[in-house]
């Protein structure tokens, strides 16, 4: 999976979600509905995955691996912002 967001917002949130293989809408939905939101689903944990209807042992590990991806690309992204923008910073002072 390749995700170059960073997960902030519902909006963001469900991109993400839509990019995880073998998770559908009808699981989603049953996600929002156990956690409360779709942001609220990269907080889970593999047991908490487990409360939800059609998710097993597999899917759960399966989907936490690939919440983390998302979650650490999306870091990585923010991470590479923020060097810019210092970057950005020194440059002019220096100027």
Do not use: W, Y
């Given at each position: ?5 960073c997960v902030?917002?519902?909006?963001d ?18 996600m ?8 609220a ?10 409360r ?6 597999e ?9 983390d ?27």
């Amino acid at each position: 999976m390749a995700l170059r967001r960073c997960v902030v917002t519902e909006r963001d949130a469900f991109i993400a979600l839509n990019q995880i293989s073998g998770l559908g809408a009808i699981t989603v939905k049953r996600m929002i509905e156990a956690f409360g939101s779709a942001t609220a689903i990269f907080r889970a944990g593999e047991r908490d995955l487990l409360r939800i209807q059609g998710v097993g042992t597999e899917r759960a590990q399966s989907f936490r691996r690939e919440l983390d991806q998302v979650r650490a690309e999306g870091e990585i992204v923010e991470a590479e912002r923020i060097a810019e923008r210092v970057q950005a910073v020194l440059a002019s002072r220096r100027a």
